[in-house]
């Protein structure tokens, strides 16, 4: 693939990452609520929802989706309202993702974390116009499609899952600041409300 390509494709791409979205929110309410090591298994959820969907909309399933919507708007709406459920849960300081008092700990799975990122990467209709509007113009049709295919999806993940570290560690960092004071009843609060928006979100996006 052209480095002059690469050139611009990164940075592009590491702007729109960074950028605060869905799954950016979701990786520091996980850092805040489980810390970052624990979060590496929603992160793997996210990378593969976020390469199925470049995939995907290279090769244009997104428009079969366009074309009958309505399971997919379907499992947007579940997705979005378990989202939210699980941050009213942690609101109130109950559930599996909810921070405790006590130095237990927490009783989400693995899997549970990994489809909850997956779901939301999955999910995220924004994600698909991301997509289809962005790799098209970094496709040589003179080149074979699934080398530069291949390279893209690598470069992608590659910034996602940097992008999500940076908010997982900014959310165990604000973890840290309030348990100095013990508040774990705010952290409760602030953790399930960035989660009832992220499912809010999802939902309506």
Do not use: H
């Amino acid at each position: 693939m052209n480095l002059s390509v690469l050139s611009v494709f990164i940075p592009t791409f590491f702007f729109v990452s960074i950028t605060p979205g869905m799954c950016m929110t979701l990786a520091m309410t996980m850092g805040m609520t489980i810390g970052v090591r624990r979060a590496l298994w929603m992160m793997l959820g996210e990378l593969c929802g976020v390469g199925l969907v470049a995939a995907a909309s290279a090769v244009g399933v997104a428009a079969l989706l366009l074309n009958y919507p309505d399971a997919f708007v379907i499992f947007k709406y579940v997705g979005g309202a378990y989202l939210t459920y699980i941050g009213v849960q942690m609101w109130r300081s109950k559930g599996k993702m909810a921070i405790q008092s006590s130095s237990e700990e927490q009783g989400a799975t693995r899997f549970e974390l990994a489809s909850q990122g997956f779901v939301t990467a999955i999910a995220n209709p924004k994600g698909w116009a991301f997509f289809v509007a962005l790799l098209p113009p970094f496709i040589s049709a003179d080149l074979p499609l699934f080398s530069q295919l291949s390279i893209l999806i690598i470069i992608i993940l590659s910034i996602e899952f940097i992008c999500l570290l940076i908010y997982a560690a900014g959310g165990r960092t604000l973890r840290t600041l309030l348990q100095q004071n013990g508040n774990v009843k705010l952290m409760n609060r602030i953790a399930g409300t960035l989660m009832c928006g992220v499912g809010i979100w999802l939902a309506l996006g």
